[in-house]
């Protein structure tokens, strides 16, 4: 890997100036992407995906590690052209997909055990979460970078202003926490606001799909009107005759219910 070009240069031959609606944002620091790759702990035998490689800054770290795989999905044409080269390099261990990673189910593009390890596209980075918190029980851990307050808002606390649907999703599937924080100055071109890098591990127990598929509606309902007590926000689930069976004050807002709480509530829906 120490024969590659320095990653400017990648960018410029092949036209990769980051594009606004893809949400690209280059991290080209290499003492920062094995950092990354570092807190996804030891790859050996690990398969990694990671979505929106761009020049391949990460992927050159994730390359550096023992993953026995990586697995680069991107829907940038101009970014396959930088990976195809990198992977002329690497062999059989890096393979590139075109592709949009919305519309791709990453538990059929490698064996387990898998990780993800991304620097997520900002403009769908939330949704990309949520599908793939459906499919916690798939991974071993996932490794992704965010919009500060978006990162926030996934490990965020009961009564905190932060507190929302994705803290809920996010803790009832997975143990969470903020591992690095990163300035704007740490990419090309610098984004207007900080990220920071969450570390994502599924706990043991995992919901079924229809559960998800309730807690999904049931967090939507109770944030989605945050002044609203609960007996008002729910009352298509059921409002206040559910709160009352869950043993919970109707009158209580969403953002003061822990994720045990908000488990005892979904499993009372359906």
């Not at 070009?5 to 080209?28: M, T």
């Amino acid at each position: 890997m120490t024969e590659l070009p320095p990653l400017r240069d990648v960018i410029a031959r092949h036209g990769l100036a980051a594009r606004h609606s893809l949400g690209q944002h280059f991290l080209l620091d290499g003492n920062l992407t094995d950092r990354i790759v570092r807190e996804a702990g030891d790859l050996s035998g690990r398969h990694v995906i990671e979505v929106g490689p761009g020049p391949g800054g990460l992927t050159r770290s994730l390359l550096s590690s023992a993953a026995a795989t990586i697995t680069a999905v991107e829907l940038d044409r101009r970014a396959i052209g930088a990976m195809t080269d990198l992977a002329a390099i690497a062999g059989d261990r890096l393979r590139v997909i075109e592709g949009d990673a919305l519309s791709v189910d990453m538990t059929t593009l490698v064996p387990e055990p898998r990780q993800i390890v991304a620097n997520l596209p900002y403009n769908i980075a939330s949704p990309l979460l949520v599908r793939w918190l459906r499919q916690a029980a798939s991974f071993e851990r996932l490794i992704l970078m965010f919009q500060q307050e978006v990162a926030e808002r996934i490990c965020a606390e009961p009564d905190t202003s932060a507190y929302g649907r994705l803290s809920v999703l996010t803790q009832w599937t997975c143990e969470a926490r903020i591992v690095m924080r990163l300035p704007p100055t740490a990419f090309t071109p610098p984004p207007k606001v900080f990220s920071a890098v969450v570390s994502l591990t599924p706990l043991v127990t995992q919901p079924d799909p229809k559960l998800f598929s309730r807690m999904e509606a049931l967090t939507a309902a109770a944030f989605g009107q945050r002044r609203k007590m609960l007996r008002g926000s729910l009352r298509g689930l059921g409002g206040e005759a559910l709160l009352n069976r869950a043993g919970i004050d109707p009158e209580r807002r969403a953002e003061t219910l822990s994720v045990a709480e908000f488990d005892r509530l979904v499993k009372l829906t359906g």
